[in-house]
């Protein structure tokens, strides 16, 4: 039965402790549920852009957090995909055990449309230099997937759990095409079944960018101290660490402003008039001709009635005229 080597280093400790420190004062901030939906957009914009970026590809920032918002018409399936995926992460952490067909079917909902189709949901059928050989990946695969629904994994810490998980996953490399993402959606369904809920607040990725070279070395570690994770869970451990306190300092600074809200009164908003104020926070401005995508199933005129009461509350300003008025924040 596979069984992962590794030893828990003072460094692996310290980073843990870190996380669970961090976890502490998420879950303990009060913050608007607005400011939250924010905080989810913000982190599921960073994993698609930081993401598609690792992979030598340059997606623009702002067509990503508009597929995200949904304030587009356009349909990207690159960056679909992988909201796609993520919605099918968050409901594989509600499932009591993982299996096989379920990392097929989030590459399957990865690839879909953009590979042809005997790379979705396949195993990889072609020899990489220093990754598992085809003949072997369903045998590596089936014996992580064991061990995840295994006491001992059970056991374990899951900041270690989905790290070990993570660096395995890039070690076989299942997949010919968006093995990378995958390999880190998984991991993120392990700490959000184990109840790190906060961590749909971080992007992982954005730290693996920041030290590609650190990445690419930490995982080799694990062929060439034949199958010890240590370094690499040292170096995993580091990054979630870093990007739970990145998610603490912004926490913190919405919390700051949920207490002005409270203050002020502002904060008996509907849905609607909610997604309004986070529209003009994010870009700015909302004009008249971007109602329909904003609210596609909302009459103008109940755009309007939201928009005079929000000018009501003092929080927006009209300028302009007729057709032609903009909405800004004051």
Known sequence: MYAPDYTITPNILKNIASIEYNRSVIENTSILPNFENRLIKEATTEFITSSYRFLGENINPQEVKMHVDRTTNSKNPKILNVIRAIMQTDLLADEQEFEEKSLKKVHRTMADGLVPSRYIAKFRNRKMPRKTDPEEILAEVSELVDWMNSLDAMDTNPVLVSGIVKGQLEITYPFEYFNFIVSGLIPRAILLNRGYNFMRYTCVETYYNSSKRDYEYKLQSILEEEGDFTIWLEYYAESVAAQTATAVEKVKLY???????????????SKRQEKIVEYLQDYGLLQNKQFSTLFPHVSEDTVLR??????????IAKRGSTKSSRYELR
């Open 306 to 315: 939201d928009l005079k009461k929000l000018m009501d509350a003092g929080l």
């Open 255 to 269: 919390a700051k402003d949920t207490k002005l809200a409270k203050a002020s009164g502002r904060i008996y908003l």
